[in-house]
Structures are given as C-alpha cells and as structure tokens.
C-alpha cells in the first residue's frame, strides 16, 4: 500500500516562509510525477506544483511562480515543497500526491494522495 505523509504545516505571517515535506512509501518510481495541491477554505482544490520523478523537471501554478520551490530527494523518499513570501491566500490544507493518470497535471488525475498538512498565513 503506497503511503503518502505530509509534514511542516503551520501558522506564519505574511512573508514568511515554510517548507513542506512529503514521505513517500511503497511507491515505485518511474518517469511519473509527484505533485503538492491545495485546498482553500470554501474553495476548490488546485494545483500548486509538480516534480517528474524521473528528471525533475518542475512545473508551477502561476499564483505561486517565483516564490514556491519542489523539489525531491530520492535518497530520502521525500517530496518538497519550499514556500517563501507567503501570502494570506495561501491559506489553505496542503496535500501532496504521486503517480498522475494523465491530462493536465492540475486536474489532479492522481492515483495516491495524502491527508493534507494545513498553512496558515496572517496579515
């Protein structure tokens, strides 16, 4: 059973940063992605960022270009997710997920998915 866990959620004020992690077990890695959604409070979830397991090639939202890094580390079974100059409407309960099924990565066509680890910025 492939697991996914998310870590290093937590409260911060605009402009501050944090970095999210994403253990990943039992998955076996192929030229797929790995990838860090969002759910907004009362809103839809949304793609956040992607990483190709294979080449680590990334992909962005553009709402979070320039101030969000993903990354991984193989060794460690582990995905990233930096995020620097946080916003209030990045408010929201962060997941990550493994292995697309195709389309657009931001639809969120993922087979595996982790429980979320929740971000909270204030003004």
């Known amino acids: 059973q492939v697991q996914l866990v998310e870590s290093g959620g937590g409260s911060v004020q605009a402009g501050g940063s944090l970095r999210l992690s994403c253990a990943v077990s039992?998955?076996?890695?192929?030229?797929?992605?790995l990838a860090w959604f969002r759910q907004p409070p009362g809103k839809e979830r949304e793609g956040v960022a992607a990483?190709?397991?294979?080449?680590?090639?990334?992909v962005y939202a553009d709402s979070v270009k320039g101030r969000f890094t993903i990354s991984q580390d193989n060794a460690k079974n582990t995905v990233y997710l930096q995020m620097n100059s946080l916003k209030p409407e990045d408010t929201a309960l962060y997941y990550c997920a493994a292995h697309s099924l195709g389309g657009n990565w931001y639809l969120g066509n993922f087979v595996y998915w982790g429980q979320g680890t929740q971000v909270t910025v204030s003004s």
């Open positions: 039992r998955y076996t890695r192929s030229n797929n992605l």
């Open positions: 990483i190709y397991t294979g080449d680590s090639t990334t």
